[in-house]
């Protein structure tokens, strides 16, 4: 009984327990500090009656500015979407919010309901805004898939005078980084879903440990470069379609800009 009480412990903690995880990149068109609160596969998921856990540790991080990656419920759940639009509104009381679906959370309705709460759908659409001394566009994109021509360019002129973020639910850092995009923010991966030391992801697009397989599917969970390129994936907050996380706990992701 105790190894099953343990067991189930170990269980509880890796799935329903929030941590805050910290990034900080640095860029010469950065002039003051900012704070980027990054969430994404939420999933339906409820951490506290309406989520009022996670809110409050978002309040208390007090971000610039919050943007949120695609699958906040998945599809066909109702309770799920239900739970997704009450927490994005409610953050949207006191905070930008920035929103791309993924593959699971689509529906007109569902986007409709998002833009009369306040919150800006980026629908291959981008933003400016002028925060804390800083010249920002915020990109952003609703891919589910990539052809082999896909190319940011086609959408978008890039205006390197600003500082430049792309929200994507799947990142595709090779386009990106091409592009010009200066921090590329993604989720979708769910940080391999179990992570073991020394090999990171047990899989990602269904590629098993693709951080050290050296596949396209290696960008699994934190903070990459490519060129002058930087790309941050979290893994999120939800599972789908079964909550078996394993050393790799539900997140909120806080991106700190800072003068280089």
Same mark, same amino acid.
């Given at each position: 009984?105790?190894?099953?009480?343990?067991?189930?412990?170990?269980?509880?903690?890796?799935?329903?327990?929030?941590?805050?995880?910290?990034?900080?990149?640095? /860029?010469?068109? &950065? @002039?003051?500090?900012?704070?980027? #609160?990054?969430?994404?596969?939420?999933?339906?998921? %409820?951490?506290?009656? +309406?989520?009022?856990?996670?809110?409050?540790?978002?309040?208390?991080?007090?971000?610039?500015?919050?943007?949120?990656?695609?699958?906040?419920?998945?599809?066909?759940?109702?309770?799920?979407?239900?739970?997704?639009?009450?927490?994005?509104?409610?953050?949207?009381?006191?905070?930008?919010?920035?929103?791309?679906?993924?593959?699971?959370?689509?529906?007109?309705?569902?986007?409709?309901?998002?833009?009369?709460?306040?919150?800006?759908?980026?629908?291959?659409?981008?933003? /400016?805004?002028? &925060? @804390?001394?800083?010249?920002?566009? #915020?990109?952003?994109?609703?891919?589910?898939?990539? %052809?082999?021509?896909? +190319?940011?360019?086609?959408?978008?002129?890039?205006?390197?005078?600003?500082?430049?973020?792309?929200?994507?639910?799947?990142?595709?850092?090779?386009?990106?980084?091409?592009?010009?995009?200066?921090?590329?923010?993604?989720?979708?991966?769910?940080?391999?879903?179990?992570?073991?030391?020394?090999?990171?992801?047990?899989?990602?697009?269904?590629?098993?440990?693709?951080?050290?397989?050296?596949?396209?599917?290696?960008?699994?969970?934190?903070?990459?470069?490519?060129?002058?390129?930087?790309?941050?994936?979290?893994?999120?907050?939800?599972?789908?379609?079964?909550?078996?996380?394993?050393?790799?706990?539900?997140?909120?992701?806080?991106?700190?800009?800072?003068?280089?």
């Amino acid at each position: 009984m105790i190894i099953l009480a343990l067991i189930a412990g170990i269980w509880w903690y890796n799935n329903f327990t929030i941590k805050i995880t910290y990034a900080t990149v640095s /860029d010469e068109k &950065i @002039n003051q500090e900012i704070t980027i #609160v990054q969430l994404t596969d939420l999933h339906g998921m %409820s951490f506290g009656k +309406d989520n009022r856990r996670l809110i409050d540790k978002i309040k208390n991080i007090n971000p610039d500015f919050i943007v949120i990656t695609g699958d906040m419920y998945s599809a066909g759940s109702e309770k799920g979407r239900d739970n997704a639009i009450r927490l994005m509104s409610e953050l949207a009381k006191d905070f930008r919010v920035y929103f791309v679906n993924g593959e699971h959370d689509i529906s007109e309705s569902y986007f409709s309901e998002l833009e009369e709460a306040g919150v800006v759908y980026l629908n291959y659409a981008y933003d /400016d805004i002028y &925060i @804390n001394d800083n010249s920002i566009r #915020v990109y952003g994109i609703t891919n589910s898939y990539y %052809s082999g021509t896909f +190319d940011l360019s086609n959408a978008f002129s890039l205006d390197e005078s600003k500082y430049n973020i792309l929200l994507a639910h799947i990142e595709n850092f090779d386009a990106f980084s091409d592009f010009g995009i200066d921090l590329s923010i993604c989720g979708d991966t769910h940080g391999g879903i179990i992570r073991l030391p020394f090999v990171g992801g047990v899989n990602n697009r269904g590629v098993w440990f693709p951080e050290v397989s050296n596949t396209d599917a290696l960008y699994v969970k934190g903070l990459y470069e490519l060129d002058d390129s930087k790309l941050f994936v979290s893994s999120g907050l939800g599972n789908y379609p079964l909550p078996i996380r394993l050393f790799n706990r539900p997140e909120i992701a806080v991106i700190k800009l800072v003068s280089e």
